[in-house]
């Protein structure tokens, strides 16, 4: 046990901490490398929207946005104050929606994000996996061959097309599913009600159809692979002339084997998968993270966007450290050590 | 599966290359814009652009993953994990909102270049961790010994003797990454946030968005530049798998029936 955290959990936490660090350095140097003062922008905006303020008026707001960027003090200052601010998770006020906080914006408009994001992660990896070690294992079946096919394809565009086209032909051309939202305009949200839940639903099948079709074909082109060279190992070769049932040689030989390097692969292609969620909502307008993130490049809302990058950084990682922290449960090897 | 790898349909470099200094014709062969634009002719510029934007990338990300990767792979230790900390952190960081975050600050300063510039410095980490373990095993093979214990020092080692072997994966990744910044270049131009004045498949899809293209039932406006963009990737997509088959030697003995 000693040995097992020395080994394994404690460079997994030390990754975690420097990744969140990098990322969160990151958001916190670019800006200030940027050539344009996001105070001077934001004051000279208010002042061509023209409202009529007096200088006083303006040093004032001046003032009140360099506290708000944390622009006051040395660099160095800066950036302990940074942190301690994102300590007590106050990303400051939103400037498109002022006063409203950003953290809770993000905070609506997540749950959104997440109930779409994380059931077709789950239904296309496992779904992707299975069949692509079906077909390896199968390669004369013609229906798999079809599916590897489309799945290369879908695999291959970026994901912004496939929305793209799943919402041109699926209501355009055939109107069987309703163009955006999560719901109709005008309704409010309304989780007791089972009409509001399924029209809830109806309105998520295209964004998730996207997100899993797109994964689906990720999964299945690796796993196909993965599993191409397992077949040829020699402990599957024996269990084939030991006469084992064939079914079981797949499940308990080669999904086994394989399943490892595909968990890690998972939490390898996280942070790609959350941009594409993001991308995803932005094309089918549902009120996630990715629209919020919009809605703030249209209104110039500096502080949503940082606060957005920020919460996208520490979300992501943390899922990898649980992903990681996952792994044992499927690897005796990192268990037993 | 296997005569697509070989012969695949598209030659990106010269496809839509050819014809763009053709003035244009009376046909409109995919229609036209309401900003009064020939489709057809616009896109191939398009994807003239959105090709530049891929290679600039790749090349600067080739250099960095390059770089990373053989030090990481030679130098080992201390040096090695850092270097591999840093680039697991890269692999798996949301990219999208930060370079949202970037492309927003830096709007006013945005072309083509600055795009691909800064889609490089984002796009080699995983590359360089391909790069890292094929050095880790040259640096196990008996001619790197004989390099070392007869003096030669290590940059050269790296350059001479481990480069040639690393080329072919960049090679094969460099499609991959190609793919992979032109599909973040298309994003971020739908998003509004790179220089929409430049023609590439991202802005022909943004305009045609900003029109309302598909309520005002101008579908060919979006359905066009979806479609070369779906080809087009596609096209570059089985020419990067059958690439990847041809170097890996298992593959090719298999294809001529070994």
Redesign the interface.
């Known amino acids: 046990m000693r040995k097992f955290v020395l080994r394994y959990l404690i460079p997994r936490i ?2 975690y901490l ?2 969140i660090f ?2 969160i350095t ?2 916190y140097i ?2 200030r490398l ?3 003062n ?1 105070v001077e922008a934001q004051v000279s905006m208010m002042i061509a929207r023209g409202s009529s303020l007096d200088p006083d008026a303006i040093e004032a707001m001046r003032a009140a946005l360099t506290e708000l960027y944390g622009l006051s003090g040395s660099p160095v200052e800066q950036y302990f104050a940074f942190w301690s601010r994102l300590f007590r998770g106050d990303l400051g006020p939103s400037l498109g929606n002022f006063p409203t906080p950003v953290s809770e914006m993000i905070g609506q408009a997540l749950p959104y994000t997440l109930r779409l994001l994380i059931p077709a992660l789950i239904i296309s990896w496992i779904f992707g996996n299975f069949f692509g070690a079906l077909s390896s294992y199968y390669p004369e079946n013609k229906a798999l061959n079809v599916v ?2 489309l799945g ?2 879908v ?7 496939v929305a ?2 799943l919402l ?1 032909v699926f209501s ?1 051309f055939i109107p069987i599913f309703p163009f955006s939202g999560a719901y109709p305009i005008g309704t409010r949200p309304d989780w007791s009600s089972l009409d509001f839940i399924l029209t809830y639903l109806e309105h998520s099948v295209l964004p998730a159809a996207t997100l899993i079709l797109v994964g689906f074909g990720g999964w299945f082109v690796g796993m196909k692979s993965l599993t191409s060279n397992i077949i040829s190992e020699d402990y599957v070769v024996y269990a084939e002339i030991v006469g084992l049932k064939k079914r079981n040689i797949l499940v308990q030989y080669i999904m086994r084997t394989a399943m490892l390097p595909q968990l890690t692969a998972l ?2 292609s ?3 998968v ?2 594409g969620a ?2 995803m909502e ?1 094309v089918f307008g549902y009120p996630g993270v990715g629209s919020l ?2 809605r703030a ?2 209104s110039n809302d ?1 502080s949503m ?2 606060g ?2 920020i919460y ?2 520490i ?3 943390t899922a ?1 450290f649980l992903i990681d922290l996952l792994y044992p449960l499927f690897d005796p090897r990192v268990r037993y050590q | ?1 296997i005569f697509l790898s070989y012969d695949s349909p598209y030659d990106p470099s010269k496809s839509f290359v050819v014809p763009w200094d053709l003035p244009p014709s009376w046909e409109h062969p995919f229609g036209t814009t309401s900003r009064g634009q020939d489709l057809f002719w616009w896109l191939t510029f398009a994807v003239r652009n959105s090709l530049y934007v891929g290679v600039v990338t790749a090349i600067i990300s080739r250099v960095i993953s390059i770089l990373v990767g053989l030090t990481a792979g030679y130098r080992g230790g201390w040096i090695d994990r850092v270097l591999m ?2 680039s ?2 890269f ?8 370079l ?3 492309s ?3 709007r ?2 945005m072309n083509l270049l600055n795009l691909a510039i800064i889609l490089g410095l984002f796009g080699w980490s995983f590359d360089a961790r391909l790069i890292r373990s094929q050095v880790l095993s040259l640096r196990e093979r008996s001619f790197t010994r004989t390099a070392v214990y007869s003096g030669t020092n290590s940059f050269w080692i790296t350059i001479h003797e481990h480069l040639p072997f690393v080329l072919p994966i960049v090679f094969a990744t460099t499609l991959n990454n190609l ?1 992979w910044s ?2 973040m270049e ?2 971020l131009s ?4 790179s220089d929409l004045s430049t023609p590439t498949l991202g802005t022909a ?1 943004f305009w045609a968005n900003q029109h309302g293209a ?1 309520v005002a039932g101008v ?1 060919w406006w ?2 066009a530049p ?1 479609l070369v ?2 080809v087009l ?2 096209g ?3 020419l990067f ?1 059958s690439i990847n088959e041809y170097i890996d030697p298992r593959t090719r003995l298999r294809l001529i029936g070994g």
Request: aromatic residues 10%.
């Open positions: 030390i990754q420097t990744l990098v990322g990151l958001t670019i800006p940027a050539p344009t996001p590897e096919v290369q394809v695999r291959s565009i970026p994901y912004y097309i793209i086209v041109v355009y939490a390898m996280l942070g790609t959350f941009s993001l991308i932005v993130a919009i490049v249209y500096y966007i940082m957005i990058t996208s950084i979300g992501v990682a990898v | 599966m900390a840093i697991d952190t692999v798996v960081l949301p990219l999208l909102p930060i949202i975050l970037l927003f600050l830096l006013e300063s793919l032109m599909g298309v994003t739908v998003l509004g946030l899809l598909l579908w979006i359905t979806a963009t779906a990737f596609l570059l997509y089985l798998t």
